[in-house]
């Protein structure tokens, strides 16, 4: 059997840029797929959530008219065709977007359709097709799967990849986790007109988010008729009902029911490395089967690497094809490149949407003496022609140096206005220098550019070139 460079298992933005990142290096490299190029990025999480998430937006906009003199009849849903739009543009992403030109042009070798790999040792994988690959190193980009819980009944809930393929609009659903993946699931299907109840088991939603954060997109979700239950308590079982579903839940003592025709669990994630063998060949793995690394992404086993989901660390696209550059390299020239990034961008497609880059205010005010700017959405002017007043930006300014360390955004286009302040943060750019870059009147964008002077301002950091003094006297 020839003796490969790389083998690289999984083909999501981990294993692409990992594949990509090594031939490029000049590494004989392998790519095997089990099923589809392109992986959950472009499969099962990102792209098929857009794509309902764009419906919603759609929706809203459209529900909207009115209040700009467009007379219309309620928009009204059809859902098959809906999910017919999300079949093409998962393949159009598989197809185009996702760098299969790329890969063949750089001459991977790409085993398509292999089913499940596994080890045999640690040079050598095997797969359900009868595939057989030595290499002298080997990337684990597997990524995860939803968490199942060994609760009764369990197996009657659906996860958000069962909620995607449903032919019709449920009249109701639970949804239980309040993180990202349940946020959206609960707010895409409000838009389409399910009734929906959102349990989670902390005190707030989002609980990796800004507090602040937090409330908002509580506070918009029950203003749009989802019931939000935060500390709802314990989940004791799930049984049928002659319509759908029923959970049975406890709290201080009480038992509780709910039922919905449909209770989407989005309860954590878990690595996909089941079926990899890893016994055999040593690697390592934590209570939920993520691999451990160290920083430079190598495994117990030193010819074995891992980038993406499959670490448990970032479950972000950005962080995974990060990871997979960073694998790469470090398998075909050494141990030596870090990974991690301080921008770390994360943000969801919910109404209102929420976004963050860079340190939490929490997590900087761990560190750093830190002085926050805030600015709320019902006082810009975009916002208010667009009648989307809801939520606030926050920029995380470091005292000492002026430096920006972090911004928070919720409300309409929050993912787009954090960009740029990814982009400051990336150039290590001081919160007066940010004031001063010209942004045009009247956008989300420059809604960063009034927050930033406002924390120039806090600062008494002169100002000499008023950028974005429009919005201010607007
Ligand atoms: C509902 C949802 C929405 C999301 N929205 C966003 C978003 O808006 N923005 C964002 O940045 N991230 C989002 N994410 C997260 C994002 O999808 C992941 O972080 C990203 O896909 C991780 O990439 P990866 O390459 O590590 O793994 P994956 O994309 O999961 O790819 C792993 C691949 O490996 C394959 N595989 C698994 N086991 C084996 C095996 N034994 N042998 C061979 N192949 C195997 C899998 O089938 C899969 O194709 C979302 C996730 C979900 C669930």
Redesign the pocket.
Known sequence: MELLDVIV????????FAALRAADLGAKTAL?????F?????????V???TLAQAARLLREARQLGMFGIAVSEPVLNYPRLLERVRTVVNDVRMHSALRAQIDSVQVTVHDH?????FVDSHTIE?ESGLQLRGKKIII????V?RRLSLPGFELTAT?SDAWRLTSVPQSMLVIGGG??GA??ASIFNAFGSKIELFEAGPRILATEDEDVSAVVADSFRGAGIRVHESFGKIESFEKTPSGVRMIFSKNGALNGAEAALIVA?VG?VA??A??NFLKVGVEIDHRGFVRVDPYLQTSVPNIFA????TGRM??????IQ??FVAATNAVRGAKKVSGSPVN?I???TDPEYAQVGLSERKAREKHDVLTAVVNFDSTTRTIIDGRTTGFCKLIVDRGTSKILGCHVVGERAVDITQVAAIAITAGMRVDDLAQVPLSFPTYIAILGRVAASAARQLNLKVTWQANHAEDVA
């Open positions: 298992i999984g083909a999501g933005p981990a294993g692409v095997v797929i089990r099923d589809e392109g992986g959950m990025a472009a499969n099962d999480g990102p098929p959530v857009r292999a089913g499940t790999a596994r797969t980009c597997t990524g995860g939803s958000h990202a993946t959206q699931v989005a994630w996909d490395t079926t990899l980038a993406g989901d499959v479950m972000l696209v950005p962080q995974a990871d997979g961008p943000g969801s497609f």
